[in-house]
């Protein structure tokens, strides 16, 4: 007898707790909890976008640090390419002077070596007009 009494008290309990989850609550109570509802809503949306910012800048530090990277390298490349080429056209150009003789080739020989020189000096005003980094 005593477990049917505890038996039907707990249904009860459970039948009486269902209901009041149903239960309609106050105007005013309603108004409270949609004032916090929002005004956590509105907390986290900021915090939100406060972090999306923070992150876009850093990623945006990091493409600029990148780009300024790959401009450097660049700029190193094309000025060794440079260099590459004006010692090739120099090799060439004194190549070019052995065919001569006398002043005719003395001449031959600085005027390539004053080509070299210019096209040097180019590579590196290339370099040092494009590099980022001195």
Do not use: F, W
């Not at 949306?45 to 300024?68: T, Y």
């Amino acid at each position: 007898m005593r477990t049917a009494i505890i038996g039907l008290a707990l249904v009860l309990g459970m039948a009486g707790s269902l209901t009041a989850c149903n239960h309609a609550k106050t105007a005013a109570q309603v108004a409270k909890d949609t004032t916090e509802a929002q005004e956590k809503a509105a907390d986290k949306l900021a915090k939100a976008d406060q972090n999306a910012a923070e992150k876009e800048a850093d990623a945006r530090k990091d493409v600029r640090s990148e780009q300024r990277d790959y401009q450097h390298v660049a700029a190193v490349q094309d000025e060794k390419v440079a260099e590459t080429q004006a010692e090739g056209a120099h090799k060439v150009a004194l190549a070019q002077c052995e065919g001569l003789s006398g002043a005719a080739q003395k001449s031959c020989r600085d005027q390539a070596d004053a080509s070299y020189e210019v096209a040097e000096a180019k590579a590196k005003q290339a370099r040092a007009a494009s590099d980022p980094k001195p």
